[in-house]
């Protein structure tokens, strides 16, 4: 073999491994309590990120917390497009099964700096802000 075709399949098995690698080991989604959000929405930990709640509007306006968005899950990917892939996304649910599926669908679609909020609004000891 000559070493034109032997360089040629090096590299193109280092991309086979490098490609492997980043579909099996996709960056890791960061689970927080409630009471973690409750500090970072005090501003305790100083982080800017967006803050989103991923149940259906009229959950969200029964009760939600103050500082948290919606965008709910059933049309989270067209709004995905509206948020930057360079900020902190932080998502809540009602359970925190919602919410890592939006994180799961957020990492599908690029974004690297996840945290789902683990136990959801059933958790969360603070108040509740209705519309």
């Known amino acids: 073999m000559n070493i034109k075709k032997r360089s040629l399949y090096v590299s193109i098995l280092a991309l086979v491994i490098v490609f492997a690698y980043n579909y099996m080991n996709p960056s890791e989604i960061q689970s927080i309590s409630t009471e973690d959000l409750a500090n970072r929405l005090q501003g305790k930990n100083g982080n800017d990120a967006l803050y989103i709640d991923v149940r259906e509007h009229d959950e969200f ?5 103050e500082g948290m968005l919606n965008f709910p899950l059933s049309n989270l990917e067209e709004s995905m497009k509206k948020i930057p892939k360079d900020i902190e996304v932080v998502i809540i649910c009602q359970s925190g099964n919602r919410s890592m599926q939006a ?29």
């Not at 306006?61 to 917390?65: F, K, L, M, R, S």
């Not at 799961?104 to 136990?119: P, S």
């Not at 958790?123 to 209705?130: A, F, T, Y």
């Open 103 to 131: 994180a799961e669908l957020f990492q599908k679609n690029g974004y690297e700096n996840i945290v789902n909020v683990e136990g959801g609004i059933n958790s969360w000891q603070g108040e509740l802000v209705q519309k």
């Open 61 to 65: 306006e029964a009760g939600h917390i």
